[in-house]
C-alpha cells in the first residue's frame, strides 16, 4: 500500500532554512495500525525541506492503515549542517483509496524529538475515540503546561507569561525572521527615518513652536500633519474624545459631578440652561479621575505634572461637539479654576494639559492593560490548556499571533525600569503600576463588549461618532463568524458545560488575567453556547479591532507633540491671566523627550511587512466545510465594511480608518 506523503515547509520564516539538509522520518497511525518510522527520500535530496518548498514522498506498508489520525515526525541533523530549524507549515498524506489527510502543523523543529501532529479534523476531548490519541492529547498539554508558565508582573494587574528573552519563548510563538529583522531594524532607524537623529539626548526646552515644526518632517502620514494644523481648534479637540486614539473616556452627562462647580452663569449655552441640556442628552463629560494623586514622574531630572482633569462638553444643534468648561484637578479650589473657551492662552494650556492626561491613560489602561495584556492572558490560557485538534485553538490561534513576543518587548523596552514609557510619560516611573491597578478596578466584561460599553457611557445617538458605527458593525461581523463555528462544534450547552479543555480555558482567564474577580462579570466557567459565543467574540474583538483603535492612530494623532505631550514640566495655571506662549513651550516636554516619543509612536504606528489583516487565515486549521464557508462569509462581509469605510473617508479631513479590516491584523502583534 503506497501513502503519496507531501511535506510543505513555510515560506521566508528563518534565515536558516534556506540551508537545511535534514533527515526527516515520518511514521503514519491510523485505524487499523501504524507504518514503519520511514525516511523520506526523494530525488530533490536535500533540497527538500528548503523554505517554501512542497515535496512529494512515498511512505509504503504491507496493508491499509485504515483511517489516519496521527503522524509522528522527527528530523536528524546531518553532520555538514548541525545548526538548523526546520519549519514544517503542514503535511497532506494522500492514502491508497484517494482519501486525502491534512496534518497542520505550523511549528519550528529544532530537536530531534519525535513529535506527534493529530489530522486536522477538530475534535473536542469527549470526542476521541483513540486512546493513543487521548495520550497524545494529554502529553501535548502537560509539555505547553511546561512551556507557558504564568508570572507575577505586578500585583493587582494581569499575569503574563515567564520568559526569559525572546529566544526562550516557543517556536511557534516567536516573530517570523521577517518581522523580527524589521522590527529591529525600525526600531534602530526610526529617529534616523524620522530625520530626528541628534536630538535623542537634547535636554533643552523647544524656544518656539517653529522649532519643532522644522523637525516634525511627516513625509509618511499625512493625517499628522492635518493635526499639526488643527491642534489649537476646540472643534478638533472634541473631535477627538470620539474618533482620536482614545475614544474610551468620553460619557453622556446626566448629572454634574459634585466637584466640578459649573453653573448657567459660567456657560454661554444658547439653547438652554445647563440642566435643559443635560437632560436633553447634548452634554457630555470626559473625567480622569483615574489619574487623581498618582505620584508623576521625574524626567531629565525635573519633576512632572499629571493632572487629573474634568472636561465639559457641549452638542451643539449642528450636532458638533464643543468642549464648555475644564477643570484640571479633581477637588474645586480658589487656585483650581475651571477654565472656558474665552480664556484665550489658559484655555489652550488648559487643553494642553488635558490631551496629557489622555496620553498617559490612554497608553496605559486602554492600550497597554485592555489590549495587549488581556490578548495575552486570552493566549497563554488557549496554548495551557486547548491542544491544537480542539476547536476552540483552530479559532483563536490566528489571534494570538506575535503577542506573546510583542509583550514581552514591551515589558523590556518599555515600561521596564530604563524603558522609553519610563523616560518620556507622567506616568512613567512611580505611577506606572498605581495607575494600571486603579485601572484593574474599572475593567469590567461588559467595559471590553463595544455595544454594552457605548450604551453604558450614553453614546448610542452620538453624531459623526465612527469608533462606534464601525466598531459596532465589526462586533456583529466578529459575531456571526464566531456564532456560526461555535455553534457547529457544540449542539446544545451541556455539551459546553462538559469540555473539560474550555472550561480550563476560561477559568484560567478567570484566575490569572481577572485575578478572580467576580464582580468584573468575567465568567469563570461557561454555562452555556451562547454565553461562549459572546465571549469568544469580545477576544477576537479585542485583539484585533479595539487593539487598532487605540493602536494604529497614534501617530498620527501623536507624533506633533503640542497636541498630545507625554508629560509636562510645569504645574498648570492657578489663576487666569498668567499664561502666554513663553509658558506653553517650558510647559512642553524637552527636545529628547519629544523626539524619543515620536521615534517610540512611529514604531508602533508601522504596518509590517507579513501584515496579516482580520478574517485571514493562511494557516488553514480546520479542514470541516462548514467552519471554511464561514471563513469565507466573514471575508466578504469585512470586505463590504472596508468599502463602506472608504466611501464615507473619501470626504473627510480626518478620515478614521482604524477600523476599516483591511487596515489591522487578526493580532496584537505591535
Ligand atoms: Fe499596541
Given amino acids: 500500500m503506497d501513502y503519496k506523503v507531501t511535506v510543505h515547509t513555510t515560506s521566508v520564516t528563518n534565515a536558516t532554512n534556506?540551508?537545511?539538509?535534514?533527515?526527516?522520518?515520518?511514521?503514519?497511525?491510523?485505524?487499523?495500525?501504524?507504518?514503519?518510522?520511514?525516511?523520506?527520500?526523494?530525488?530533490?535530496?536535500?533540497?527538500?525541506?528548503?523554505?517554501?518548498?512542497?515535496?512529494?514522498?512515498?511512505?509504503?506498508?504491507?496493508?491499509?492503515?485504515?483511517?489516519?489520525f496521527l503522524i509522528e515526525v522527527d528530523q536528524q541533523d546531518t553532520p555538514d549542517n548541525p545548526e538548523h530549524a526546520w519549519f514544517p507549515a503542514r503535511v497532506e498524506v494522500k492514502s491508497p483509496d484517494g482519501e486525502t489527510y491534512h496534518f497542520p502543523i505550523h511549528r519550528r523543529i529544532i530537536d530531534s524529538e519525535v513529535q506527534c501532529f493529530r489530522e486536522r479534523t477538530a475534535l473536542k476531548f469527549s470526542e476521541e475515540t483513540q486512546s493513543v490519541c487521548l495520550f497524545h492529547r494529554v502529553k501535548e498539554k502537560n509539555h505547553r503546561m511546561d512551556d507557558y508558565r504564568w508570572e507575577v508582573y505586578a500585583d493587582g494587574i494581569p499575569q503574563c507569561m515567564k520568559v526569559l528573552d525572546t529566544g526562550s519563548l516557543p517556536s511557534e510563538v516567536q516573530f517570523s525572521w521577517t518581522r523580527d529583522i524589521e522590527f529591529k531594524l525600525t526600531a534602530a532607524a526610526s529617529l534616523i527615518e524620522?530625520?530626528?537623529?541628534?536630538?535623542?539626548?537634547?535636554?533643552?526646552?523647544?524656544?518656539?513652536?517653529?522649532?519643532?515644526?522644522?523637525?516634525?518632517?511627516?513625509?509618511?502620514?499625512?493625517?499628522?500633519?492635518?493635526?499639526?494644523?488643527?491642534?489649537?481648534?476646540?472643534?478638533?479637540?472634541?473631535?477627538?474624545?470620539?474618533?482620536?486614539?482614545?475614544?474610551?473616556?468620553?460619557?453622556?452627562?446626566?448629572?454634574?459631578?459634585?466637584?466640578?462647580?459649573?453653573?448657567?452663569?459660567?456657560?454661554?449655552?444658547?439653547?438652554?440652561?445647563?440642566?435643559?441640556?443635560?437632560?436633553?442628552?447634548?452634554?457630555?463629560?470626559?473625567?480622569?479621575?483615574?489619574?487623581?494623586?498618582?505620584?508623576?514622574?521625574?524626567?531629565?531630572?525635573?519633576?512632572?505634572?499629571?493632572?487629573?482633569?474634568?472636561?465639559?462638553?457641549?452638542?451643539?444643534?449642528?450636532?458638533?461637539?464643543?468642549?464648555?468648561?475644564?477643570?484640571?484637578?479633581?477637588?474645586?479650589?480658589?487656585?483650581n479654576p475651571v477654565f472656558f473657551p474665552d480664556d484665550e492662552y489658559d484655555w489652550l494650556m488648559a487643553k494642553i494639559f488635558v490631551r496629557s492626561a489622555d496620553y498617559n491613560e490612554h497608553q496605559l489602561n486602554f492600550h497597554l492593560l485592555r489590549t495587549h495584556l488581556l490578548a495575552e492572558?486570552?493566549?497563554?490560557?488557549?496554548?495551557?490548556?486547548?491542544?491544537?485538534?480542539?476547536?476552540?485553538?483552530?479559532?483563536?490561534?490566528p489571534h494570538t499571533r506575535y503577542t506573546l513576543q510583542i509583550n514581552f518587548l514591551a515589558r523590556k523596552n518599555l515600561i521596564s525600569k530604563d524603558g522609553v514609557f519610563n523616560q518620556i510619560a507622567a506616568a512613567g516611573g512611580n505611577a506606572l503600576i498605581p495607575l494600571l491597578q486603579r485601572s484593574m478596578s474599572s475593567l469590567t466584561y461588559s467595559s471590553l463588549c463595544i455595544k454594552e460599553d457605548i450604551a453604558e457611557r450614553g453614546l448610542e445617538s452620538v453624531p459623526n461618532f465612527y469608533y462606534r458605527d464601525d466598531g459596532v458593525r465589526l462586533w456583529d461581523i466578529i459575531y456571526?463568524?464566531?456564532?456560526?463555528?461555535?455553534?457547529?462544534?457544540?449542539?446544545?450547552?451541556?455539551?459546553?458545560?462538559?469540555?473539560?479543555?474550555?472550561?480550563?480555558?476560561?477559568?484560567?482567564?478567570?484566575?490569572?488575567?481577572?485575578?478572580?474577580?467576580?464582580?468584573?462579570?468575567?465568567?469563570?466557567?461557561?454555562?452555556?453556547?451562547?454565553?461562549?459565543?459572546?465571549?469568544?467574540?469580545?477576544?477576537?474583538?479585542?485583539?484585533?479591532?479595539?487593539?487598532?483603535?487605540?493602536?494604529?492612530?497614534?501617530?498620527?494623532?501623536?507624533?506633533?507633540?503640542?497636541?498630545?505631550?507625554?508629560?509636562?514640566?510645569?504645574?498648570?495655571?492657578?489663576?487666569?491671566?498668567?499664561?502666554?506662549e513663553a509658558t506653553m513651550l517650558k510647559t512642553l516636554p524637552d527636545i529628547n523627550t519629544t523626539v524619543n516619543g515620536m521615534a517610540t509612536l512611529w514604531l508602533l504606528s508601522k504596518h509590517y511587512y507579513d501584515f496579516v489583516q482580520l478574517g485571514r487565515y493562511p494557516e488553514e486549521?480546520?479542514?470541516?466545510?462548514?467552519?471554511?464557508?464561514?471563513?469565507?462569509?466573514?471575508?466578504?462581509?469585512?470586505?463590504?465594511?472596508?468599502?463602506?469605510?472608504?466611501?464615507r473617508n473619501k470626504n473627510m479631513g480626518m478620515p478614521y480608518k482604524y477600523l476599516d479590516p483591511t487596515e489591522f491584523e487578526n493580532s496584537v502583534g505591535i
Fill in 480 to 580: 456571526r463568524f464566531v456564532h456560526g463555528v461555535i455553534s457547529h462544534f457544540y449542539n446544545n450547552d451541556a455539551e459546553v458545560q462538559e469540555d473539560c479543555e474550555l472550561q480550563r480555558w476560561i477559568l484560567d482567564i478567570f484566575e490569572h488575567g481577572f485575578l478572580s474577580q467576580a464582580e468584573t462579570g468575567i465568567p469563570y466557567r461557561f454555562l452555556t453556547v451562547a454565553e461562549l459565543i459572546k465571549f469568544v467574540t469580545m477576544v477576537i474583538f479585542t485583539c484585533s479591532a479595539q487593539h487598532s483603535a487605540v493602536n494604529n492612530g497614534q501617530y498620527d494623532y501623536s507624533a506633533w507633540m503640542p497636541n498630545a505631550p507625554s508629560s509636562l514640566q510645569l504645574p498648570p495655571p492657578t489663576t487666569k491671566g498668567t499664561t502666554n
Fill in 377 to 397: 492572558v486570552f493566549s497563554v490560557s488557549l496554548l495551557r490548556n486547548v491542544p491544537m485538534v480542539h476547536p476552540l485553538y483552530k479559532l483563536l490561534i
Fill in 621 to 647: 486549521h480546520f479542514s470541516e466545510e462548514t467552519p471554511r464557508r464561514l471563513i469565507r462569509e466573514f471575508q466578504g462581509e469585512l470586505e463590504q465594511l472596508s468599502k463602506d469605510v472608504r466611501k
Fill in 194 to 335: 524620522l530625520k530626528l537623529e541628534g536630538l535623542a539626548n537634547c535636554k533643552k526646552t523647544w524656544k518656539n513652536l517653529d522649532a519643532l515644526d522644522n523637525v516634525f518632517c511627516s513625509p509618511f502620514v499625512f493625517l499628522s500633519d492635518y493635526v499639526q494644523q488643527n491642534w489649537k481648534e476646540d472643534e478638533f479637540f472634541a473631535y477627538q474624545f470620539l474618533n482620536g486614539v482614545n475614544p474610551m473616556v468620553i460619557r453622556r452627562c446626566t448629572v454634574l459631578p459634585e466637584n466640578f462647580p459649573v453653573t448657567d452663569d459660567m456657560l454661554s449655552l444658547c439653547e438652554g440652561s445647563l440642566a435643559d441640556e443635560m437632560q436633553r442628552g447634548n452634554i457630555f463629560l470626559s473625567d480622569y479621575k483615574n489619574l487623581d494623586g498618582l505620584d508623576s514622574n521625574v524626567i531629565n531630572g525635573k519633576k512632572q505634572y499629571l493632572m487629573a482633569p474634568l472636561v465639559l462638553l457641549h452638542k451643539t444643534p449642528e450636532d458638533k461637539l464643543m468642549p464648555v468648561a475644564i477643570q484640571l484637578k479633581q477637588t474645586p479650589a480658589d487656585d
Fill in 18 to 68: 534556506a540551508i537545511t539538509f535534514t533527515d526527516v522520518f515520518i511514521k503514519l497511525v491510523g485505524t487499523e495500525g501504524e507504518s514503519d518510522r520511514t525516511r523520506l527520500l526523494n530525488p530533490r535530496g536535500t533540497t527538500s525541506f528548503h523554505s517554501g518548498a512542497v515535496s512529494s514522498f512515498t511512505v509504503s506498508y504491507h496493508t491499509s492503515l485504515g483511517k489516519l
